[in-house]
């Protein structure tokens, strides 16, 4: 192999995989990337992919092939020598060896790799059709609920984000729970969403690397497939693969309250820097804050026997019954703060049940918050 490439083609390449890369050592070669020139030419093009098993990606980048060939090298040491080099063409030439030679302007490495023929083989998957989706709006979807997936690994169904499809509208829902608190969001997209498989769970770190790939600058819009328990999502010369959690995600619907009797709205900020506040004084384990809802005003409190007591009001346009009920502080934040929202309308039942947050214009984006005990 033999090619020359812009330092900041191969950098974007190169940068796109890090968080891909294994970085343990159950199998030495998951910590390196492969690298291949199929064809030679001018406009020929330089193939990088990566892979853990689970989640996989392959792009193309813009290069001169003078001799086609390929094989891996650490994707975090190429990495680390391509960020550094100067902002010129770089020529990458492979050894009968598998050492890859690095040559930019008067600047030389030589990096110890191994044969292509090595490397695993990423997922093939190519759906017959595939759903565009628009990159921004799947970002604030993602967003919007990835943060409520368990990280517990017994609970593997929960380790994800649910993929709904809704018959009646097209509609696509996004669901994550890890059984303190839910997240739930339903976004209309433009053209045929029944091509995407629906019920399907799409793991933490998939979801993450899909999360990065719409986050990308020239990233307008993402084209989704499922099938055979296996996700691709592909822009323009990217092409992610991940294999889906397998199970059966939970019957969210009886966890997201319908009737609810007391409601309140005020700033997201406002509310937040005071839970951060209260919570300074809070249980370490537990992390309680206790909200003492009345007339006209909302009291939120802490209490630990070795540390002391905090507590702050607020002033809040409520006439309803009094309530007081406890939440854990961090899964309250992340909530408003997931709702993406200046003002959050917050609503109540009562000190045992789940409690939901949501933008005060917009009922399909949810965030359920499970009340503890004080």
Do not use: W
């Not at 490495?109 to 989706?133: M, Q, R, S």
Request: hydrophobic share 40%; net charge negative.
């Amino acid at each position: 192999m033999k090619l020359s490439i812009t330092k900041s083609e191969f950098l974007r390449g190169l940068g796109r995989i890090q968080s891909i890369v294994e970085k343990r050592n159950s199998m030495p070669i998951l910590a390196n990337t492969l690298i291949e020139a199929p064809v030679k030419g001018k406009e020929g093009l330089l193939h990088l992919a990566a892979t853990d098993l689970e989640v996989g990606i392959r792009s193309q980048h813009a290069a001169d092939v003078s001799e086609a060939g390929g094989l891996t090298v650490s994707a975090k040491k190429l990495f680390e020598i391509v960020r550094e080099l100067p902002d010129e063409k770089i020529e990458l030439s492979s050894t009968p060896n598998s050492y890859l030679e690095i040559r930019c302007n008067r600047s030389r490495f030589t990096l110890a790799g191994t044969a292509a023929e090595e490397y695993p083989t990423l997922p093939e998957f190519n759906p017959e059709k595939t759903v565009p989706i628009p990159a921004d709006l799947l970002s604030s979807m993602i967003e919007r609920t990835m943060y409520a997936a368990s990280l517990d690994e017994t609970r593997y169904n929960l380790n994800g984000v649910y993929l709904e499809v809704l018959g009646e509208t097209g509609a696509i829902r996004l669901v994550a729970t890890d059984g303190h608190r839910l997240a739930c969001i339903d976004r209309e997209i433009d053209g045929d969403t029944s091509a995407l498989a629906s019920g399907v769970i799409i793991p933490r770190k998939g979801l993450g690397e899909l999360k990065r790939l719409v986050d990308e600058p020239d990233a307008e819009e993402i084209e989704l497939a499922f099938a055979n328990n296996n996700g691709l999502a592909r822009k323009g010369g990217v092409t992610l693969v991940m294999r889906l959690i397998e199970g059966e995600f939970p019957n969210y619907g009886q966890v997201i309250p319908k009737e609810l009797t007391r409601h309140l709205i005020l700033p997201s900020d406002l509310l937040v820097q005071a839970v951060r506040r209260v919570a300074l004084l809070s249980s370490e384990r537990s992390r309680a804050v206790k909200l003492e809802l009345g007339d006209g005003q909302l009291v939120i409190s802490s209490s630990n026997p070795d540390l002391g007591d905090a507590r702050e009001e607020l002033d809040i346009d409520y006439a309803g019954d009094a309530l007081t009920i406890g939440f854990n502080a961090k899964y309250l934040i992340d909530a408003i703060n997931a709702v993406q929202s200046k003002e959050i309308r917050f609503s109540f039942q009562d000190e045992l049940s789940p409690s939901r947050l949501s933008p005060p214009d917009d009922e399909k984006t949810i965030a359920v918050v499970m009340p503890m005990r004080i």
